[in-house]
């Protein structure tokens, strides 16, 4: 009876860990729809080379298929690009975003 509760409970923390993988994945944000309504105090701004270099292999990893599709959604929302560019922010650096459980957005610079 041990061994199976031990079975079981082996099971369900391995089902926990592949749904964690799953949920971080999917808070990569290729929905350009989310960043074209985004209003001011709805986002952040990081450096990619302030991160920790694991984090920021995955965040330029997934910048190369990312920065155009994010540049064009950030274009269309005239009030994001005016906020950001008062942060002194070049469009063409910004190579990836992430959107978090409250719905703000991180945008990564290169």
């Avoid at 729809?33 to 985004?38: D, E, F, N, P």
């Avoid at 064009?72 to 070049?90: C, D, F, G, S, W």
Wanted: hydrophobic residues 50%.
């Amino acid at each position: 009876m041990k061994r199976l509760v031990s079975i079981a409970a082996a099971a369900a923390l391995s089902a926990l860990a592949v749904a964690g993988t799953a949920q971080a994945a999917t808070m990569w944000s290729n929905d350009t729809a989310a960043i074209q309504s985004l209003k001011a105090g709805q986002f952040t701004v990081t450096r990619i080379d302030s991160l920790n270099h694991d984090r920021a292999a995955d965040i330029r990893k997934q910048g190369d298929e990312m920065a155009s599709s994010v540049q064009k959604a950030i274009r269309a929302n005239p009030t994001l690009l005016r906020n950001l560019k008062a942060q002194n922010v070049e469009i063409d650096n910004v190579v990836a975003a992430a959107q978090a459980a409250d719905g703000t957005v991180t945008f990564y610079l290169r």
